[in-house]
Nanobody, 124 residues
Framework: QVQLVESGGGLVQPGGSLRLSCAAS????????VGWFRQAPGKEREGVAC????????YYADSVKGRFTISRDNAKNLVYLQMNSLKPEDTALYYC?????????????????WGQGIQVTVSS
């Protein structure tokens, strides 16, 4: 069964860090472009970061550049999202997703398989 599962979310104070993990079962993640998206209550889902399947090229939303890092661990079949200097406006449900495109951009329409999402709350 093809499945994506996110982990590592939780409650963190402003300025803190979290690392999200995206685990795949039933397929190999490094065959796909992988993205992280988030959705806050009452807002549309937005792209945060993505990584290509071909050469590891990464792409970030302007709002997280310099603070978030996406990376792969192919041996463990995982993709990570390291989030530093977190802000209250980063609070959202975070999703990982895979794309059949080798170099996707941060468009929801380019991604076809999605995890269930995990909550990240940044609050003092």
């Amino acid at each position: 069964q093809v499945q994506l599962v996110e982990s590592g979310g939780g409650l963190v104070q402003p300025g803190g860090s979290l690392r999200l993990s995206c685990a795949a079962s039933g397929f190999t993640l490094d065959d796909y472009g992988v993205g992280w998206f988030r959705q806050a209550p009452g807002k549309e889902r937005e792209g945060v970061a993505c990584i290509s399947s071909s050469d590891g090229t990464t792409y970030y939303a302007d709002s997280v550049k310099g603070r978030f890092t996406i990376s792969r661990d192919n041996a463990k079949n995982l993709v990570y999202l390291q989030m530093n200097s977190l802000k209250p406006e980063d609070t959202a449900l975070y999703y990982c997703a895979t794309s059949l495109l080798s170099r996707p951009l941060l468009r929801v329409s380019e991604f076809c398989s999605w995890g269930q999402g995990i909550q990240v709350t940044v609050s003092s």
